[in-house]
C-alpha cells in the first residue's frame, strides 16, 4: 500500500490519504476484502499522527469504502464502483462550475464554451480513435 | 615596512579585551594597595607580613593577563582560542603575528609586575632581575599562545601550563636567589628560562603557521595516540554498573570533578620531590618554602574548587546547566552527590599531600633548622605530642580547606539563584562588608598577638561565642534543610561529626598544654568542625534553590 | 491521585515575570493523556519557560502546575523519572562515549530497556564507541533522542529539536513522537516553529504568542476552520465586531479578512451586511499562524 504525502500543497493529510485510497481502490491496485496497513503502521510509515489516519480511515467507512472486523483490521469494501460514479459525477459539476465563473469573468458566452467543449472533445474522440 | 600591522594588532588586543585588563591590573592591585595601607597603620606589624600573599595574588593576576593577552579563554569549554581569525588574514609575516601578541604582553604584565613589585611588595631588583623576570613572563606568555591553537588535546592543555609556569617560576627563583645553588641552583636556573622562553616561542609560532595553513599538528594527535590510547578497542573499556540513580551520579560526579585538586596537588608536590635531588632543597629556606606551597595553595585553591565543582563543567562559568537539573534525582540526592565528590577528593589530596610531606621529611632528616624546629616541638608537648599536634594541624587545614571549599561552592550556588539585577548589588555589599570585618578582626588579633596568648591562659568564656554563633546558624538553617532532605540523613552526620570532634577534644587534652590554651583551641576545634559542618545544610538547601528559580 | 487524572499536564493561570518582562502571562493549559500536544509560537514567545515550567526548573510565580498529578518542584525525582526530555540545545557531558552515556542515562529511569536502548542506537545509525563530542549536532541530537525514548517515557517533551538539524535528523524525531504516541496513554508534547512538522503529527496545537495564549484547539478544528475570505465592500467595515475574525487587511477597496469560524455562517452574515464575497479559501498552517502572529483583536466566540 504505497501512499505519500505532499507537504505545502494546501490539502489536509487526511483528505491526501482518503484520496489516494479511493484511487488505490478505483484503480484495482487495492481489491476487494484486501486489509489495509493498521493504522499505527501507516501512521509510523507516513511519519503523520495516527489520529489522522483513524479520521481517513473512519470517514472512508462512513462513505462506505472501507468495512472493519473487529480485531482483525480494515478491508476494502465491495461495491464501491457505485459510489464513485456519483462521486466522479460530483467532482465534474465543481469542475464545471468553477469554470463557468472563470469564462464569465473572462466575458466568454456560455455558447462559447459549449463550442469550445465539443471541438476539443472531438480532437480527443479522433486522437482516441488513432490510439 | 610592517608599522600598520604592528599597530591593527596591538590596537584590537588592547581594545577588545579593555575591561578585563583594567579589572586586573588597576581594580585589584588598588583594593590590594588599600587593604595592605589600612593594616600598615597598625603598630608592631611588620612591613611585609603579606609578602607570600602579595606574591600569590601577583601571580594569579599574571596570569589572568596573561590568558587575556594571548586571546586565550582558559575557562572556554570550546576547541579553539578567541583569536580572532582575521588577523591571520593580514600581510605580514607568521613570525611578527606570533611575535606581537607576545611582546605586547610580556610587557605590559612585566611593567605591572615589576610596579606591583617595588610599590606594593617593596621589592627593589636590581636590572639583570628585571630582566630575568622580562623573560620568564616572556616564556609563560609564549606557552599559554601556544595551548590556544590545540596543540596538546585539551585535557592536558591546564596541565601542562601548570608545570610550565611553575618550572618558570622556580628557574626565576633559582636564577635570581641571592644564593648561587638555592632549590636548582643559578645556572640551571637561567638555562631554564632560555629553554621555557625559546621553546614556548617556538610553539607558538608552530601554531601560528598550522592555524594559518590550517594543518593539524601531529604532536597533537601522536600525544593522543600515546597517552589516551583511543586505537585500543573499547570495548576493552569495561562500563561501570551503575546499579541506582545516586550510583550513577556520584560516577558521573567523580568523573567530571573528583579528579581535579589531587592532580593539582600531585602537581603542586611534584615540584618538592623533583628538587630534593638538587641540593639547595635540603637547606631549611627551601623546606619550608615547599611545605608552604603546598599547604598554602591547598587552603588558596580552595575557594576555586568549590566554584569548580559547582560549575557545569570545570572549564566553564556556567553554574548547573539544563542537563543537570533535570536529572531524576531529588534535590538533596543531587545536593548529596556533589558533597560526596568534594569529600572523596579532599580525602584523595590529603592523602597525597601528607605522603609528599612525609617523604620531604624523611629525605631532610639531617637538616639541622629542621630538626632544631622538631627538638623545640618535642621539649613543649613530647614525641607522641609532637606527633598527635602535627596530625591534628594536618586535619584541621584539610577540614578548614573543605570547609572553605564547599561554603564557597554555596556562595556560588547562592548567587546564580537569586535574581541578580535586584539582589547582585546587596550580596557584594554584604561580601565587602564581611570582608572588611574579617579585616578588622585580623588586625585586632595581630595587634594584641602578644597579649592575645596571655589572655587565652586564662579560661576565657568570651572563646565559646564562635560556637554560639555557628550553632545558632545551624539550627536557623535546619528548618528549610527539613524542606529538602530527611533529617535521617543529618543524625547520621551529625553523629559521625561529634564521635569525630569528641576524639580531637580528647587529643587535644592529651597535649601537655596550660589549660587556657587547651581551653582556646577546643573552641577552635568545635568552631571548625560546626563550620564545617555547615555546608551539609548550607548545599542542599542552594542546590534547590539553584535548581528550581 | 495521577492515574485517574486525564491530564498529563495541567497548568492553570501561570504567570512569569522576568525582571519588568512577562514571559508568561495567566497561561491555562491542559495536556491529556495520549495526545500529541503542539505548541508553536515565535522566538521568545515563551515556550521554552513553559517547558521549563513542566520541567520543575522555574517555580510558579503565580498559578500552579502539576505534571502527573504532581508539582514538578515538589517532587523532581517522582516527575523527571516519567518524562523524556530533549532541549534545543542540548548540553549532554561531551567526555563521554554514547556507551557510556546511554549506561549512565539507564541507572536513572526504573522503565530503562537496555535492548530497545541497542535498537534505538542502531536505527539511527550510531556508534557507541564514540565520544559525543566527536559527533556532529544532528548525531548528538540523535543521542539525546534515543536516550529519552529508551525508557519509554509516558511523556515525552521536545522543545524546538529540530532546530538546525538535517533532514534525516528531524525525519527521526518525527518517528521518534509517533512511535511513542501509537501507545496508549503516553503523550507527546512538541514545541516547534517548523509548522509543517506540526502540522503532520500534532493532535492538539496551541498558539503562543508574547507569552499568552493565541489559540488551543484540536489540529482538525485548526486545519478545518481557519479561513482566508476575500471581499469587497464599499466603505468601511467594522470587522472586529464579526465573530470569528481576529485579523483583517484592507487593499484598494477590497478586504481581507482572517477568520476561525464557520466559514457559511460567517459568509451570510457578510453579505447580509451588503459585502461581495469574491474568495473564500482555507488558509494553511503556516498562513494561520502568520495571521495569528499579527492578531489585533481577539474575536468573539462563535454561538
Not at chain 3, 515550567?53 to 517555580?59: A, C, F, M
Not at chain 3, 479561513?227 to 466603505?235: A, D, E, F, M, V
Request: aromatic residues 8%; hydrophobic residues 50%.
Amino acid at each position: 500500500m504505497n501512499l505519500h504525502l505532499t507537504q505545502h500543497s494546501g490539502v489536509p493529510p487526511y483528505l491526501q490519504i482518503i484520496s489516494q485510497i479511493k484511487q488505490l481502490i478505483a484503480s484495482g491496485r487495492l481489491n476487494v476484502d484486501q486489509e489495509l496497513l493498521p493504522i499505527r503502521v501507516l501512521a509510523e510509515k507516513l511519519l503523520i499522527n495516527p489520529n489522522t489516519v483513524a479520521r481517513a480511515y473512519r470517514e472512508l467507512e462512513t462513505a462506505g469504502w472501507l468495512y472493519t472486523k473487529r480485531g482483525a483490521g480494515t478491508f476494502v469494501a465491495a461495491g464501491t464502483t457505485a459510489f464513485s460514479a456519483e462521486t466522479c459525477r460530483k467532482q465534474i459539476r465543481e469542475r464545471v462550475c468553477a469554470l463557468l465563473v472563470e469564462a464569465a469573468h473572462m466575458n466568454i458566452s456560455v455558447a462559447e464554451l459549449i463550442k469550445l467543449i465539443r471541438e476539443m472533445g472531438n480532437d480527443l474522440g479522433k486522437g482516441d480513435k488513432e490510439s | 615596512m610592517y608599522a600598520s600591522a604592528i599597530r591593527a594588532l596591538v590596537g584590537e588586543i588592547f581594545g577588545k579585551n579593555r575591561a578585563a585588563i583594567v579589572g586586573a591590573a588597576a581594580v585589584t592591585p588598588a583594593a590590594w594597595m588599600i587593604a595592605k595601607a589600612y593594616l600598615r597603620h597598625v603598630p608592631g606589624i611588620e612591613p611585609n607580613f603579606a609578602t607570600p600573599l602579595g606574591f600569590l595574588l601577583l601571580v594569579v593576576i599574571a596570569m589572568q593577563l596573561g590568558s587575556v593577552f594571548a586571546y586565550v579563554d582558559l575557562t572556554a569549554g570550546g576547541s579553539g582560542s578567541g583569536f580572532p581569525r582575521h588577523i591571520l588574514l593580514l600581510p605580514a609575516p607568521t613570525w611578527l603575528l606570533a611575535l606581537v601578541p607576545i611582546i605586547a604582553g610580556s610587557l605590559f604584565i612585566a611593567a605591572f609586575v615589576l610596579l606591583w613589585l617595588r610599590f606594593v611588595s617593596g621589592v627593589q631588583l636590581d636590572w639583570t632581575q628585571q630582566l630575568a623576570l622580562t623573560v620568564a613572563i616572556t616564556a609563560v606568555m609564549c606557552w599559554i599562545q601556544a595551548m590556544s591553537w590545540e596543540l596538546l588535546p585539551r585535557s592536558m592543555r591546564i596541565v601542562a601550563l601548570l608545570v610550565v609556569v611553575i618550572a618558570t617560576i622556580v628557574s626565576v627563583i633559582s636564577a635570581l636567589a641571592n644564593e648561587p645553588d638555592f632549590l636548582l641552583g643559578r645556572r640551571a636556573g637561567q638555562i631554564g628560562l632560555v629553554l621555557t622562553s625559546s621553546g614556548g616561542y617556538g610553539f607558538a609560532y608552530l601554531a601560528v603557521i598550522r592555524a594559518r595553513r590550517s594543518e593539524t599538528l601531529a604532536l597533537n594527535a601522536s600525544l593522543k595516540r600515546l597517552f589516551f590510547s583511543p586505537g585500543q578497542p573499547l570495548h576493552a573499556v569495561p562500563l561501570p554498573t551503575l546499579s541506582t540513580a545516586v550510583a550513577a551520579q556520584n560516577w558521573f560526579e567523580w568523573r567530571v570533578y573528583g579528579r581535579i585538586l589531587p592532580l593539582f596537588m600531585t602537581i603542586i608536590g611534584a615540584f618538592p620531590l623533583a628538587s630534593l635531588a638538587f641540593d639547595g632543597m635540603r637547606r631549611a629556606p627551601s623546606i619550608a618554602l615547599s611545605t608552604m606551597l603546598l599547604l598554602v595553595f591547598y587552603l588558596m585553591v580552595s575557594p576555586m574548587m568549590g566554584a569548580a565543582y559547582i560549575s557545569k563543567d570545570w572549564t566553564r562559568r556556567v553554574q548547573m546547566g539544563t542537563f543537570a537539573a533535570t536529572r531524576p534525582l531529588s534535590d538533596s540526592e543531587l545536593a548529596f552527590a556533589k558533597l560526596r565528590l568534594a569529600i572523596k577528593s579532599y580525602a584523595l589530596s590529603l592523602l597525597i599531600v601528607c605522603a609528599v610531606i612525609v617523604v620531604i621529611i624523611l629525605a631532610s632528616r639531617n637538616n639541622v633548622a629542621l630538626l632544631a624546629l622538631w627538638s623545640r616541638l618535642t621539649q613543649r608537648l613530647g614525641t607522641t605530642g609532637s606527633y598527635l599536634s602535627l596530625m591534628l594541624l594536618f586535619a584541621a587545614i584539610t577540614a578548614a580547606s573543605w570547609a572553605a571549599s564547599a561554603l564557597f561552592m554555596s556562595l556560588q550556588l547562592f548567587y546564580e539563584a537569586v535574581d541578580r539585577k535586584k539582589h547582585g548589588w546587596k550580596i557584594s555589599l554584604a561580601m565587602v562588608t564581611l570582608f572588611g570585618l574579617l579585616l578588622m578582626l585580623a588586625r585586632r588579633a595581630y595587634v594584641a598577638r602578644d597579649s592575645a596568648l596571655q589572655w587565652l591562659h586564662a579560661a576565657r568564656a568570651e572563646v565559646i561565642i564562635p560556637v554560639i554563633v555557628l550553632t545558632g546558624i545551624a539550627l536557623y538553617l535546619l528548618p528549610p534543610f527539613r524542606r529538602v532532605a530527611a533529617l535521617s540523613t543529618l543524625r547520621a552526620l551529625a553523629v559521625g561529626f561529634l564521635t569525630v570532634t569528641v576524639l580531637g577534644l580528647i587529643g587535644l587534652s592529651q597535649l601537655r598544654l596550660p589549660f587556657g590554651y587547651r581551653w582556646a583551641l577546643s573552641s577552635g576545634l568545635v568552631s571548625l568542625a560546626l563550620v564545617t559542618f555547615m555546608p551539609f545544610l548550607l548545599v542542599p538547601i542552594l542546590v534547590r534553590m539553584s535548581r528550581h528559580r | 491521585m495521577n492515574s485517574t487524572d486525564n491530564n498529563v499536564v495541567d497548568i492553570r493561570h501561570l504567570t512569569r515575570r522576568f525582571n519588568d518582562k512577562a514571559a508568561l502571562q495567566d497561561v491555562t493549559v491542559r495536556i491529556p493523556r495520549g495526545q500529541v500536544f503542539g505548541i508553536v509560537g515565535e522566538n521568545g514567545a515563551g515556550k521554552t519557560t513553559l517547558i521549563k515550567h513542566i520541567l520543575g526548573l522555574y517555580r510558579a510565580q503565580h498559578g500552579s502546575v502539576s505534571v502527573f498529578g504532581m508539582d514538578p518542584v515538589k517532587h523532581p525525582k517522582e516527575v523527571l523519572s516519567r518524562i523524556g526530555y530533549l532541549s534545543e540545545q542540548p548540553d549532554f557531558p561531551e567526555w563521554m562515549t554514547i556507551a557510556q552515556f546511554m549506561n549512565y542515562m539507564a541507572a536513572f529511569y526504573p522503565n530503562w530497556d537496555r535492548q530497545y536502548a541497542a535498537q534505538l542506537l542502531e536505527m539511527a545509525s550510531l556508534d557507541a564507541r564514540k565520544k559525543i563530542r566527536e559527533l556532529s549536532k544532528g548525531q548528538q541530537a540523535r543521542v539525546g533522542l534515543c536516550a529519552a525514548q529508551a525508557h519509554r517515557p509516558e511523556l515525552l517533551v521536545l522543545d524546538e529539536p529540530s532546530s538546525g538539524l538535517d533532514p534525516v535528523a528531524r525525519r527521526e524525531i518525527l518517528a521518534a513522537v509517533i512511535r511513542t504516541v501509537v501507545h496508549e496513554g503516553r503523550s507527546v508534547l512538541l514545541s516547534s516553529h517548523l509548522l509543517e512538522e506540526v502540522e503532520r503529527v500534532c493532535d492538539h496545537l496551541l498558539f503562543f504568542s508574547n507569552g499568552e495564549v493565541l489559540l488551543s484547539d484540536s489540529m482538525e478544528a485548526v486545519l478545518d476552520r481557519h479561513y482566508q475570505i476575500t471581499l469587497r465592500r464599499p466603505g468601511q467595515l467594522e470587522w472586529q465586531a464579526l465573530p470569528g475574525v481576529f485579523n483583517a487587511v484592507a487593499d484598494n477597496g477590497e478586504w481581507q479578512l482572517f477568520c476561525f469560524a464557520d466559514i457559511d455562517q460567517l459568509t451570510g452574515l457578510l453579505q447580509l451586511q451588503g459585502a461581495q464575497i469574491l474568495d473564500t479559501r482555507r488558509l494553511s498552517l503556516n498562513e494561520a499562524f502568520l495571521a495569528r502572529s499579527s492578531q489585533r483583536h481577539t474575536p468573539g466566540r462563535i454561538a
